[in-house]
């Protein structure tokens, strides 16, 4: 009896030592696996963790691929082998893991998903800006503010100071090392394009946007910035108007990490408004998200077309609500730069469908003219 107590006291011990060696082999040199956070697949400004949980390690290694025709809905979660140059797997809203290049799926058992979805959760918290609407985030970079900006593709930053503003802040670069850095992030030139970016100020990253070019008054000498340039935040509108301005707050809900949420918040007329922006600012991974609704041959088309236009402006459209509560039909007109066959009108014409009422609306069908 008491050999048999040992023998079975011993084996739990052996068989938990047995998989810590192995969970701690897998973590070390190649095999160790990453888990990362980035805004679109091509930003460099990344953060990533390791991952400890040897369950998603082990799934991940000896996969159970599963073929599938669906589409997936991707989030901005990416794992990769650690020191290995193979494409990194991405993870969709549901925690499934893809292999894009082959179609394939792997789904990981129910206790690994939540941690992953744990450990991306925290990740994301330090990725992204905090939402923070404009009558709190103008005093938090008040007048004469000093205020660090950082760049949500490239992850450079820079420093600027608040010199106006009413409807949203009005910065310049600190000094000319500073401006070398904005031409760097806005390395086409000067435009009035907007770009994500996080605002850090005393600890705080809030979420933001910013246009890059130089306008109006110059308060900094020697900066070498001739003028301010215009930093929004969530609820803030440009001089002109008293609403907030829908590219700007495109770009602040990409800082926050919250795309998603802020399209399945919009209506039909805004989705159509939000692609033809999106499509302006050559945003891919925000045009994916606005067409997951449409067959990929469509999406992908689109993105293939995007590349041709050196520039869309929206025009008017209308929305045309159906008869049935869940169907809603928009036209949108918008001026086009082609690379070779120069500007032109395009229509867009889109279906938009939702489950009952209450349900996020989706594009279904697309056509462009």
């Known amino acids: 009896m008491i050999v048999l107590a040992l023998a079975l006291a011993w084996l739990p011990e052996n ?23 980035k805004s679109s697949p091509t930003a460099i400004f990344e953060d990533h963790d390791m991952i400890k949980d040897p ?21 901005d979660l990416y794992i990769s082998r650690e020191g290995v140059s193979a494409p990194s797997f991405r993870v969709d809203a549901s925690g ?49 503010a000093y205020f660090v900006i950082k760049d949500m593709e490239t992850g450079l930053s820079f420093r600027v100071q608040r010199r106006a503003g009413h409807d949203h802040a009005d910065v310049q670069p600190v000094t000319k090392a500073d401006t070398e850095i904005m031409k760097q992030i806005y390395n086409k030139g000067w435009t009035w394009d907007r770009k994500a970016i996080i605002a850090e100020k005393d600890g705080r990253q809030i979420a933001a946007s910013m246009n890059g070019m130089p306008h109006g008054g110059d308060g ?27 590219p ?19 209506s039909p007329y805004l989705l159509g408004q939000g692609l033809i922006e999106a499509i302006h600012h050559e945003e891919p991974e ?24 050196r520039s869309i402006r929206r025009k008017d459209g209308l929305e045309l609500p159906q008869e ?18 120069g500007k ?9 469908v939702r489950m009952s009422p209450i349900s996020p609306w989706e594009m279904k069908e697309l056509i462009v003219s």
């Open 324 to 341: 049935e509560s869940w169907l809603s039909e928009v036209r949108m007109e918008a001026e086009t730069l082609h690379a070779t066959r």
């Open 55 to 75: 369950d998603i390690v082990k799934a991940v290694h000896s996969p159970n691929w599963q073929a599938s025709d669906e589409v997936p809905r991707f989030s």
């Open 220 to 246: 900094i000498p020697e900066n070498g910035f001739s003028g301010h340039f215009c930093v929004h935040f969530l609820n803030s509108s440009t001089h002109k108007s008293e609403n907030p301005d829908l």
């Open 248 to 266: 700007h707050q495109l770009m602040v809900h990409k800082a926050a990490g919250k795309l998603r949420n802020y399209f399945a918040d919009s």
């Open 15 to 37: 068989n938990l030592h047995a998989r810590s060696a192995v969970t701690k082999e897998e973590m070390n040199g190649h095999s160790g696996l990453q888990l990362m956070v």
């Open 96 to 144: 499934r893991i893809w292999d894009e290049t082959q179609s394939k799926m792997l789904v990981l058992p129910g206790k690994a998903a939540a941690n992953l979805q744990q450990s991306a959760e925290a990740l994301r918290a330090k990725h992204y800006g905090q939402l923070l609407d404009w009558q709190e985030a103008e005093k938090l970079f008040s007048r004469k």
């Open 286 to 309: 925000m045009i994916r998200l606005l067409t997951e609704g449409i067959p990929k041959e469509q999406s992908e088309a689109l993105l293939s077309q995007q590349q041709d236009w």
């Open 344 to 352: 032109r009108l395009m229509r867009f014409h889109s279906m938009f």
